[in-house]
């Protein structure tokens, strides 16, 4: 069908959907999406809220976050996405891919679990891995919150983050 529309003169807008908690955005957040940029026509990163996780910044100021650190991508939105599988969300804004990255052996057990149940609710949607090179294969938002406390936590975290996200822990974790 694509060859078919291409032969026509038109090609389908492929867009993809890089979801996530975003709690901070970390710089590994950062290399998937520029990466995702690159290989799609439209990328929506898609703040996940879900009720039951105890995040340290509200859907709206991640979303801030996010926008402010990704303002140079104009083929690019944020978006906020709760009570919905993914791939159901993915579906409903027109989107024909979803972007997950892996960094380890039990992500890549998880990601392709989910992505055999989002392809029995719509074969239509594909699932792409990304996996991050070395430097941010070990990094996660869950990784730089348990780093924060100890002497030193400041510097420790700052390689990780990008430079406003940086600045807002330092606002939210520093003693006044």
């Not at 910044?57 to 009570?83: M, Y």
């Not at 979803?98 to 380890?104: A, L, M």
């Not at 679990?113 to 990094?139: C, G, K």
Request: proline fraction near 5%.
């Amino acid at each position: 069908m694509e060859h078919a529309l291409k032969a026509r003169g038109k090609r389908q807008l492929k867009r993809a959907v890089y979801a996530g908690s975003f709690d901070p955005v970390t710089n590994g957040h950062l290399w998937m999406i520029r990466e995702a940029v690159e290989l799609f026509d439209e990328l929506i990163v898609a703040v996940g809220v879900n009720p039951d996780k105890h995040c340290t910044f509200s859907a709206e100021q991640r979303v801030a976050l996010l926008r402010e650190v990704t303002a140079g991508f104009s083929k690019l939105r944020v978006e906020v996405f709760e009570n919905q599988f993914l791939v159901n969300y993915a579906q409903s804004v027109g989107a024909n891919y979803i972007v997950r990255g892996i960094r380890t052996a039990s992500d890549y057990e998880y990601e392709r679990t989910m992505r055999y149940i989002n392809s029995d609710l719509h074969p239509d949607i594909t699932t792409l891995f990304l996996l991050p090179p070395r430097e941010y294969a070990e990094v996660s938002s869950t990784m730089v919150k348990g780093l924060i406390g100890p002497r030193g936590w400041e510097g420790v975290i700052r390689q990780y983050l990008p430079e406003p996200v940086y600045r807002k822990m330092l606002e939210m974790y520093s003693p006044q």
